[in-house]
């Protein structure tokens, strides 16, 4: 690990206590790692709002029985093809489906690219897991 440098915080009792039921249900061994992670989560978030190079997983849920649906699916895809690092597809029934795209690129367009997907018809559920490629982040 790099240079550690220890610092003190001064929080109310009631949050301390919550935050360490927290920390504990979350099986953290310390408060060091848990506010670690989140100053790394406050950072991945300000990288996506600044437009930053980031990292993410968009899933992806429908019915493949839905007309032209697959086909609306893939054109969005090829349209922001250089986003698209890999996809993986997998079958949850008769007809439903999830789709997972690793994408690598700036923040607006990994969003546009969410909100495309979004916007198909038949498409019943589309989420984003945000990360970072900085190695000030992880």
């Known amino acids: 690990m790099a240079d550690l440098v220890r610092f003190g915080v001064s929080i109310e009792q009631s949050l301390h206590k919550r935050f360490d039921?927290?920390?504990?249900?979350?099986?953290?061994?310390?408060?060091?790692?848990?506010?670690?992670?989140?100053?790394r989560n406050s950072l991945v978030k300000e990288n996506w709002d600044d437009n930053a190079v980031v990292a993410g997983g968009i899933s992806i849920v429908y019915n493949h029985h839905h007309r032209d649906l697959l086909a609306k699916i893939?054109?969005?895809?090829?349209?922001?093809?250089?986003?698209?690092?890999?996809?993986?597809?997998?079958?949850?029934?008769?007809?439903?489906?999830?789709?997972?795209?690793?994408?690598?690129g700036k923040s607006r367009k990994i969003q546009e690219l969410c909100?495309?997907?979004?916007?198909?018809?038949?498409?019943?559920?589309?989420?984003?897991?945000?990360?970072?490629i900085s190695s000030e982040i992880i």
Not at 21 to 39: P, V
């Open 21 to 39: 039921e927290k920390i504990t249900r979350q099986g953290y061994q310390n408060r060091s790692e848990a506010i670690r992670d989140l100053i």
């Open 74 to 104: 893939m054109d969005v895809q090829h349209d922001y093809y250089d986003l698209i690092i890999s996809s993986q597809h997998v079958h949850l029934g008769h007809s439903g489906c999830l789709e997972i795209l690793v994408v690598k």
């Open 115 to 132: 909100e495309s997907l979004k916007s198909i018809k038949g498409v019943r559920h589309v989420g984003i897991t945000k990360t970072g």
